[in-house]
């Protein structure tokens, strides 16, 4: 059973940067990608980003565009989303999600969820 786990997050101000971790652990296969995805209170998941952990591949929200390069360490199962430039508009929890195969906008495709962790920007 696939299992996160999400460290890194907490308050920032305008025009800084934070680092997410998600650790991945009890994958079946390697074929599988991990996404970020945020939520605002009362609001559905939003897809942000995507990595394949087999060939690289990366895709970006619009809004994160630039801003939010994804990044992955094979070795420790780690992907990471570095967050800078951030915005009082970034603020929201964030999760990570893992499913097999190819990357997806779509939450309810990711079988395993990250506990989520609070990002808040604001001076």
């Known amino acids: 059973q696939m299992q996160l786990v999400e460290t890194g997050g907490g308050l920032v101000q305008p025009g800084g940067s934070l680092r997410l971790s998600c650790a991945a652990s009890?994958?079946?296969?390697?074929?599988?990608?991990i996404s970020w995805f945020r939520q605002l209170p009362g609001k559905e998941r939003v897809w942000v980003s995507c990595?394949?952990?087999?060939?690289?591949?990366?895709s970006y929200a619009d809004p994160v565009t630039g801003r939010f390069p994804i990044s992955r360490d094979n070795a420790k199962n780690t992907v990471y989303l570095e967050m800078n430039s951030l915005k009082p508009e970034d603020t929201a929890v964030y999760y990570c999600?893992?499913?097999?195969?190819?990357?997806?906008?779509?939450?309810?495709?990711?079988?395993?969820w990250g506990q989520g962790t609070q990002v808040t920007v604001s001076s």
């Open positions: 999600a893992a499913k097999y195969f190819y990357c997806s906008v779509y939450g309810h495709e990711y079988k395993s």
């Open positions: 009890g994958m079946t296969s390697d074929d599988y990608v």
């Open positions: 990595m394949a952990k087999t060939g690289g591949r990366t």
